[in-house]
């Protein structure tokens, strides 16, 4: 797991809130590191989703217990371990082939943490 530091999220809370004109909403590389801006920001006394939308991605649980609960960009982790399993498969069995990709659908979940326009 991915233990992201309060001193940096502090110091990107900073970059963000000093930007001008002021982001509208900040979407994150994961759920932890939107809790931890969203944490920094209150600490700021910076309302969100009022003041600033946080969007975090992969929808851990830990997402539903946030107040307001984290709006946050869903992947199918199930759907993406067969994938990468398949795809495995098909490199053992025929090493020579073209390398490819995949691109696998992703879902918005709206909670709490942006604002309704």
């Given at each position: 797991m991915l233990r992201v530091s309060s001193i940096s999220v502090k110091k990107s809370a900073g970059r963000i809130l000093s930007r001008r004109p002021r982001p509208t909403a900040v979407v994150a590389g994961n759920d932890e590191i939107a809790y931890g801006l969203w944490r920094s920001l209150r600490q700021q006394?910076?309302?969100?989703p009022d003041?600033?939308?946080?969007?975090?991605f992969d929808d851990r649980e830990e997402a539903l217990l946030m107040d307001p609960q984290l709006s946050t960009v869903r992947v199918h982790k199930e759907e993406i371990g067969e994938t990468c399993m398949k795809m495995l498969l098909e490199r053992l069995h025929h090493p020579h082939?073209?390398?490819?990709?995949r691109i696998l659908p992703t879902e918005f979940v709206i909670r709490g943490t942006v604002c309704h326009l």
């Open positions: 006394a910076i309302k969100v003041d600033i939308s946080v969007v975090g082939m073209a390398f490819s990709q």
